[in-house]
């Protein structure tokens, strides 16, 4: 089996093909099927997702671009800013991860959320497409902890008499 343990930070030309989901993408351990049939195992990094187009190493030296696989979403496209902006608050505040361009707003399938589209005065499309949430949808809160540290560190300073 095919071991992938390297995400490329330069460009490289590739040699094989792996698509997967968002669901699939954000895993940092994982058994895979390259485009090609051939067999993969994920162990990367944690706290990476991988995005359409990076590129990944195999301990053999083998180059594989991923592919954001089409799954179920669905897709609300508008021209009234003010209605997209609404559907967009709405549907954060349910924390529900985003693909969002100035013309449309995209989730993974939900008829639940579909139907508070419809409430809005919009409507989302069920289809087949990438889904390429903005950053920060899936990635880990572990970012904040130096802030967390100086928080504590002043928090310390103001008892301490």
Known sequence: MIRIEKLLEESAEHSATLSLPIDQRVRSRLK???DDGQEAGLFLPRGKVLRDG?????????????????????????????ALARACYHLGNRHVPLQITAQWVRYQHDHVLDEMIAG?????????????????????????????????HQHNHEHSH
Do not use: C, R
């Not at 990076?54 to 003010?82: F, K, N, R």
């Not at 069920?126 to 904040?144: C, K, T, V």
């Open 32 to 34: 895979v099927t390259l």
């Open 54 to 82: 990076d590129l990944l190493q195999s301990t053999q030296g083998l180059v594989i671009q991923v592919v954001a696989a089409p799954e179920t979403v669905s897709t609300v496209h508008s021209t009234d800013a003010y």
């Open 120 to 152: 809005l005065g919009l409507s989302a499309k069920m289809e087949q497409a990438p889904f390429e949430p903005e950053a920060g949808a899936y990635e880990s809160a572990a970012h904040n902890h130096q802030h967390n540290h100086q928080h504590n």
